[in-house]
């Protein structure tokens, strides 16, 4: 009766089951209540994650870097894969305690809202990968500079892009 009073769950975080359950096929969102701050990563249904990095300005570059939850399958030790976008460059991926955080430059090509995609893959086990869907909204160069998400910097302006004569052709 000593601590009727007092509650040690107070201010805790409770997860839902679906949460909490290894590899469920429930839509997964971390961090639901910095959604309008941050990059906001979910998991879909068959397993790949979308990251949706909010407005941008077209013909700029950008420094994107989200967290990843950590893949079993994957493991810690992973890279991406050798697929050439010419607009979506990974730079560095480190192992965090939440999973892996992943830095990436983005060339905002054109305007609307476009998805580049980037798969993952595991240094220890060649057959295990991931994709990684980046989602981006590009306004045109009339409408301002949109307030950037927490995770996204600007690098650079593009002043004339063109798709054909891309500065990161040649660097595989």
């Known amino acids: 009766a000593a601590f009727a009073?007092?509650?040690?769950?107070?201010?805790?975080?409770?997860?839902?089951?679906?949460?909490t359950v290894e590899g469920s096929?429930?839509?997964?969102?971390f961090d639901?209540?910095?959604?309008?701050?941050?990059?906001?990563?979910?998991?879909?249904?068959d397993?790949?994650?979308?990251?949706?990095?909010?407005?941008?300005?077209?013909?700029?570059?950008?420094?994107?870097?989200?967290?990843?939850p950590f893949v079993q399958v994957l493991g810690t030790d992973i890279c991406p894969a050798p697929l050439s976008n010419l607009h979506l460059k990974v730079t560095d991926i480190a192992p965090v305690s939440e999973g892996y955080r992943v830095k990436c430059e983005y060339v905002a090509h054109k305007e609307g809202v476009l998805h580049e995609e980037m798969v993952l893959c595991s240094e220890s086990n060649h057959s295990a990968s991931i994709k990684v869907v980046v989602q981006a909204r590009v306004m045109d160069r009339h409408h301002g500079t949109p307030m950037?998400?927490?995770?996204?910097?600007c690098i650079g302006?593009?002043?004339e892009y063109d798709s054909e004569q891309s500065e990161w052709q040649g660097f595989d």
């Not at 639901?32 to 249904?45: A, C, N, R, T, Y």
């Open 32 to 45: 639901e209540k910095l959604h309008d701050s941050m990059v906001m990563v979910s998991q879909e249904k």
């Open 5 to 19: 009073g007092s509650n040690p769950k107070v201010g805790g975080v409770r997860f839902s089951p679906a949460q």
């Open 47 to 68: 397993g790949d994650f979308l990251v949706k990095v909010g407005f941008l300005k077209i013909m700029h570059k950008y420094e994107i870097t989200f967290v990843l």
């Open 157 to 159: 302006a593009e002043v």
């Open 25 to 29: 096929s429930s839509h997964v969102h």
């Open 148 to 153: 950037l998400l927490e995770g996204v910097k």
